[in-house]
């Protein structure tokens, strides 16, 4: 049954993912990431990590959403924006990335199964040993965090304030 969850949940956070980066309207792909934190946060669940499992929940498809949808309409995208565009080096580029990617993937499955997986300590994913590393250990990459999301809001009030 474990494998069946994982599976689908996993299965959904990729199609959610591919969903999102091919939407033409940023409101739709702002939904599908939604979608695919929760997908993510099933996955957490399952490898027995409740906190983390809130925190993606709490944190990225609720607090962080908001800001991106603040950040869209602020920004009001026109219709005409919103029509697609000539193929242009960069997709070309891209998708060969893409079929790159989903080559080393397919390569990964077919490899050898891996001996054993690392046991995981007791108090894995709880509250205690993540926010003992995050503010300890992690502290300047969380504080510059903090800073390069406020830079990013200044930045799109900055862009979307219109010209008298």
Same mark, same amino acid.
């Given at each position: 049954?474990?494998?069946?969850?994982?599976?689908?949940?996993?299965?959904?956070?990729?199609?959610?993912?591919?969903?999102?980066?091919?939407?033409?309207?940023?409101?739709?792909?702002?939904?599908?990431?939604?979608?695919?934190?929760?997908?993510?946060?099933?996955?957490?669940?399952?490898?027995?990590?409740?906190?983390?499992?809130?925190?993606?929940?709490?944190?990225?498809?609720?607090?962080?959403?908001?800001?991106?949808?603040?950040?869209?309409?602020?920004?009001?995208?026109?219709?005409?924006?919103?029509?697609?565009?000539?193929?242009?080096?960069?997709?070309?580029?891209?998708?060969?990335?893409?079929?790159?990617?989903?080559?080393?993937?397919?390569?990964?499955? /077919?490899?050898? =199964?891996?001996?054993?997986?690392?046991? %995981?300590?007791?108090?894995?994913?709880? +509250? !205690?040993? @993540? #926010?003992?590393? /995050?503010?300890? =250990?992690?502290?300047?990459?969380?504080? %510059?965090?903090?800073?390069?999301?406020? +830079? !990013?809001? @200044? #930045?799109?009030?900055?862009?979307? =304030?219109?010209?008298?």
């Amino acid at each position: 049954m474990e494998s069946i969850i994982f599976y689908a949940f996993g299965g959904l956070a990729v199609v959610t993912a591919l969903l999102m980066v091919t939407r033409q309207n940023p409101i739709f792909s702002a939904v599908w990431l939604v979608v695919c934190f929760f997908a993510f946060a099933v996955l957490f669940l399952m490898l027995n990590a409740q906190f983390i499992a809130v925190l993606q929940i709490l944190l990225y498809a609720g607090a962080i959403m908001v800001l991106f949808i603040f950040v869209i309409m602020l920004l009001n995208v026109r219709e005409e924006e919103l029509k697609p565009k000539v193929l242009q080096f960069s997709g070309i580029l891209g998708g060969g990335a893409a079929i790159y990617l989903i080559i080393l993937f397919a390569l990964g499955v /077919l490899k050898e =199964k891996v001996a054993s997986f690392p046991i %995981l300590p007791a108090d894995f994913g709880y +509250v !205690a040993p @993540v #926010g003992k590393l /995050l503010f300890t =250990k992690y502290l300047i990459p969380f504080e %510059l965090t903090s800073v390069l999301l406020l +830079v !990013a809001i @200044v #930045g799109s009030v900055v862009m979307g =304030k219109r010209k008298l």
